[in-house]
């Protein structure tokens, strides 16, 4: 289900990206990928209500998390168009740089 939803967010598919995600969190409430994917594509779809909810969730998760920090990692195994996505959707949550 992740990899679906990163499928849908690289085609810029963000409705179903989101679903995808949401089936993937109901197996792994507290898996970072899924909750990466639903928050930029809630990020790239203006929805912020949305976004800021996806972010205190995430942040809940995984306290002190900063977009430098998750380029750090994603740097190993993302396409570059994929953590362009989800990095410009952690900055418009709100997450901060460092």
């Known amino acids: 289900s ?6 849908h967010l690289a085609a ?5 990206a989101i679903e995808w995600a949401d089936r993937a ?3 792994a409430p507290l898996y970072l990928h899924p909750m990466l994917v639903k928050l930029a594509a809630n990020a790239h779809l203006a929805r912020l209500a949305e976004t800021h909810t996806d972010l205190v ?7 002190g998390l900063t ?6 990692r ?7 168009e994929i953590a362009n996505l989800i990095g410009v959707g952690l900055r418009i949550a709100g997450l901060p740089d460092e």
């Open 57 to 63: 969730r995430l942040l809940a998760a995984y306290p």
């Open 74 to 80: 994603a740097i190993r195994w993302a396409a570059p």
């Open 67 to 72: 977009v430098a920090g998750w380029r750090a």
């Open 2 to 7: 992740t990899g679906l939803a990163y499928a």
């Open 25 to 27: 969190s109901q197996d």
């Open 12 to 16: 810029h598919r963000f409705e179903q």
